[in-house]
């Protein structure tokens, strides 16, 4: 379980289209503590309302970050307001976004949970930009079927998750995306200690982002996130 809470200074308020579409569109009704997302209103003052993310639910509520971005604030800002302690800007006011487990973790260790939740999709086998500038990055993957086929796939989605997030035109503006299998072996692999079933190949990224997260599906119950987010790398098993 994880917590999300928005702690607002003293006499700040907020429009009813800032946090109150954040938390209204982000989660379901069940999922709100004691309704706080369908009670706020234009001028509400923020006091550090809560509401649960449940973890493993990824279909059950939008992208977290993506409602963020839709208020102005970024993935960087927030990474970095969650390692400082810094506030963020919301509607126009400062507001200290606070991000944390049920019990006291440090932000990198949150990021390490979350973070991979935020770039996972029902589709299997996909792989999603998240932001930055200029970077290579390689992973390693297994195939269900053609890698060919499926290297079309992954390229597809990643034009596709940045034209929008960053808007039309942009992916073309930055420079090109190369993506191509540098290595790949048949028969059954193991990784991290988790076997996984198909061809493992070695997936070479030559992107103009240089902070970057995948979730790349390896086999029918396992994935494997992967990102660099202020500079700093985390990976994630699932």
């Known amino acids: 379980m994880i917590i999300l809470q928005l702690h607002g200074k ?24 004691q309704g706080v997302g369908t009670q706020f209103a234009n001028g509400d003052n923020i006091k550090a309302h809560t509401f649960w993310v449940p ?7 939008q992208p977290f970050l993506l409602e963020i971005r839709a208020l102005g604030i970024t993935e960087q800002n927030l990474y970095k307001a969650l390692k400082s302690k810094e506030s963020l800007t919301l509607d126009g006011k400062e507001v200290n976004i606070d991000l944390c487990r049920h019990f006291s973790v440090k932000a990198e260790e949150v990021l390490r949970t979350f973070m991979p939740i935020l770039v996972r999709k029902s589709m299997k086998n996909a792989a999603f930009l998240k932001y930055g500038s200029p970077g290579q990055k390689t992973i390693y993957l297994t195939y269900k079927d053609n890698p060919a086929a499926w290297l079309e796939t992954v390229k597809s989605n990643l034009v596709r998750r940045a034209e929008a997030i960053m808007g039309g035109g942009w992916v073309e503006q930055a420079g090109p995306l190369h993506i191509r299998v540098i290595q790949a072996t048949d028969a059954r692999s193991q990784l991290r200690g988790r076997v996984v079933r198909g ?4 997936l070479e990224i030559k992107a ?13 119950r396992c994935s494997y996130g992967f990102g660099v987010l202020g500079g700093e790398a985390y990976e994630s098993w699932t």
């Open 55 to 61: 973890c493993g639910d990824y279909e059950k509520y």
């Open 208 to 220: 103009p982002w240089n902070d970057i997260a995948f979730n790349l599906s390896l086999g029918e």
């Open 10 to 33: 003293e006499n700040v308020t907020v429009s009813r289209e800032g946090v109150h579409g954040l938390i209204h569109h982000l989660l379901p009704t069940e999922y709100h503590e």
């Open 199 to 202: 061809t493992r190949g070695k």
